[in-house]
């Protein structure tokens, strides 16, 4: 009894993958990621130029918006619609205290702690909301904060504020501060995947009753995850505040939040890759269909997300990869649900 | 102390304002009452229904008045094919899925009209509505284009009302929104009062936007403006009751313009945002919805 106990415990937190009909195991998959990580790395003294550094740059930190999405929608289930919120928040603490003087750490620290403070009570708040409700709350948060940082002359109302004094660090040091960001990212969502917190999050966005009636700590977990989910986009807000030297209230706007929603669901909800993918391949298009077709640029975030939920709504990753469990979860299932007709026509399934 | 003259004049405007607010909501809370999907998109079909009526006022001189049948006929064709086409496969389906769809359309919609109309503001800034009636007595200033937006919303709901009530396509809607499966057992044709339902709802946002042009200017952007105060609207009222986005009407317009005398318009606006998360710490199901109805999808 013990050994399926924990085959089957270690199964359902790794499993095996296959992509377009190669089997990777966990180990492979890991190998991966970590060459991967180091050619990211090596990058910038490969001799890219500036200019698809800035790219980069760019790109992974919208890649981390759609990660924190990703935490909250798509490991927990609660559909925040406003999350941009905290990229917003985390870009004016950071360019606040830059202006104050402070160090470039120091912000960045500043954004990484109004990520966290502000993402507690709005999360005590409107997690006592479900579904439709949950997502206007934080979506009226959000409208609200951009229209309340518009009258603020504080932060500079309508025009926002500028950075004047250069941060220093190049275009080579924005570049690894955001990696840094999204590599803390890849470890989170990694171990929220193979961590029973995080299968218990998975639960709660499975069906939360029934998680709750089976002693899960809903209420705890959903706010725990959704202050996790609030760091990234306000560290990301932070890095992105210093990088442009200009922020506004335009940043808490709908637009923000959709591209952040269409990132995550176009690559894939509930995965690690999907804000990965989905964040690359929305920024392209963004980027590129900017320089030929301004006008258009909308368009394509429209009809992206209207063909996206259309017809794979459960974005790249979701479609592309097949999950299985390895052989000795197959085994130890049947020999405990010997006698069900219906385990026995799952068996084998991959 | 404020003056109570600039307190009714306040007033007045606020229940004038809550009258066209409450057309606005109304075709909202219709589709969700017996589709049960939140029409994101919904905002963007008043900025299109606003176009129309502005286009045929502007180019053919056509009174903004009699555009509203027209608009409302164009839009409620316009809504049949995308309810087939994109909104029945996502019915039923997960939250994320109906919000992020009915978003991308809305953006695809806004987007469409800044390439074929440009992203300027439109006005109907007809000279016979323009300038106000005084109430003699109380010494209140009543816009002519306010009111004349009041009246007809107001006409409008009361069509609504009667189509509801007294028709039996009303009785039909009435008894889809209550329960589909009894309504199909009863043998209501539930695939096409569904159908009815949305281009109505459609054809009554375009005619609440017509209305909203000859008071404010309007650009293809100011779609999610109002299909987020048509929400905090159908909140208030209840989701589904065409009562309650009336009473609902009525008090975020007075709200709105009431606040005024403290804080500025803008403001304003944030305010009703707030007021919406108020609702939902307070009562969910707001006035005249049903507590016990389900508050997630799950």
């Known amino acids: 009894m013990g050994d399926s106990d924990t085959s089957v415990g270690r199964g359902l937190l790794q499993q095996d993958i296959a992509f377009l009909g190669v089997k990777l195991s966990h180990r492979q998959r890991l190998v991966l990621g970590g060459v991967s990580l180091a050619a990211l790395v090596a990058l910038p003294y490969l001799g890219l130029s500036t200019y698809y550094l800035a790219l980069l740059t760019t790109m992974t930190l919208f890649i981390c918006l759609a990660g924190g999405f990703n935490i909250i929608a798509g490991f927990t289930g609660q559909l925040s619609l406003g999350h941009a919120a905290f990229f917003g928040l985390g870009g004016y603490a950071a360019i606040l205290m830059w202006k104050t003087g402070y160090t470039l750490y120091a912000s960045l620290g500043a954004a990484f702690v109004i990520g966290i403070l502000t993402a507690i009570p709005i999360g005590l708040v409107m997690l006592r909301l479900r579904g439709l409700y949950f997502a206007f709350g934080t979506l009226a948060v959000s409208e609200a904060t951009l229209i309340i940082f518009s009258g603020l002359g504080a932060v500079g109302g309508s025009s926002g504020l500028n950075v004047t004094s250069s941060v220093g660090v190049g275009e080579t040091g924005f570049y690894y501060l955001s990696l840094g960001i999204l590599v803390l990212l890849a470890v989170t969502t990694y171990m929220l995947k193979h961590s029973i917190f995080g299968l218990r999050l998975r639960a709660i966005r499975d069906d939360e009753a029934k998680a709750e009636a089976q002693g899960v700590n809903t209420w705890l977990y959903k706010n725990v995850a959704f202050v996790l989910s609030a760091i990234f986009p306000a560290l990301a807000g932070g890095v992105y505040a210093l990088y442009f030297a200009h922020i506004d209230p335009t940043i808490f706007g709908a637009n923000q939040n959709i591209n952040m929603q269409l990132m995550a669901v176009l690559g894939g909800l509930g995965t690690l890759l999907g804000p990965i993918v989905g964040g690359a391949l929305f920024y392209l298009t963004f980027q590129y269909t900017g320089i030929l077709f301004p006008d258009a640029q909308l368009l394509v975030t429209g009809v992206a997300l209207i063909m996206t939920i259309l017809f794979i709504p459960k974005g790249i990753i979701g479609t592309l990869f097949k999950r299985s469990w390895p052989s000795q979860v197959n085994q130890a299932q049947t020999e405990s649900e010997n006698d069900s007709p219906t385990e026995q026509s799952h068996r084998g399934d991959s | ?298």
């Open chain 2, 1 to 298: 102390m404020v003056e109570i003259e600039y307190f009714t004049q306040l007033v007045a405007s606020g229940l004038l304002l809550g009258g066209l607010y409450a057309l606005i909501a109304v075709g909202l809370t219709l589709v969700y009452g017996v589709l049960h999907i939140i029409n994101l998109a919904h905002g963007s079909f008043v900025i299109l229904g606003a176009f129309v009526g502005f286009w045929g006022w502007e180019v053919f001189g056509i009174n903004p008045y009699l555009m509203i049948i027209p608009t409302m006929i164009l839009l409620f064709i316009v809504a049949l094919p995308l309810k087939r086409g994109l909104f029945d496969p996502i019915q039923g389906t997960e939250l994320l899925n109906q919000l992020l769809l009915t978003f991308g359309i809305a953006i695809a919609l806004e987007a469409l009209m800044t390439i074929a109309w440009s992203a300027n503001y439109r006005f109907i800034g007809w000279d016979p509505i323009v300038g106000a009636a005084t109430v003699p007595g109380v010494g209140i200033s009543l816009p002519y284009n306010r009111l004349g937006a009041f009246i007809f919303s107001l006409v409008l709901f009361g069509a609504l009302y009667l189509l509801l009530y007294q028709t039996k396509i009303g009785r039909a809607i009435r008894a889809t929104a209550e329960s589909k499966d009894t309504a199909s057992i009863v043998g209501v044709d539930v695939e096409r009062t569904e159908l009815m339902v949305f281009g109505l709802g459609t054809a009554l946002a375009g005619a609440s936007g017509v209305l909203l042009v000859t008071i404010v200017p309007l650009n293809p952007y100011s779609g999610i403006n109002y299909v987020l105060l048509a929400f905090v609207i159908v909140t208030l009222g209840g989701m589904g009751s065409v009562f309650g986005s009336l009473v609902g009407g009525f008090l975020i317009g007075l709200v709105q313009t009431v606040t005024t005398i403290w804080i500025s318009t803008t403001q304003a606006e944030a305010l009703v945002f707030l007021l919406l998360i108020g609702i939902f710490i307070v009562r969910p199901a707001g006035l005249f919805g049903t507590p016990s109805e389900e508050l997630s999808y799950g």
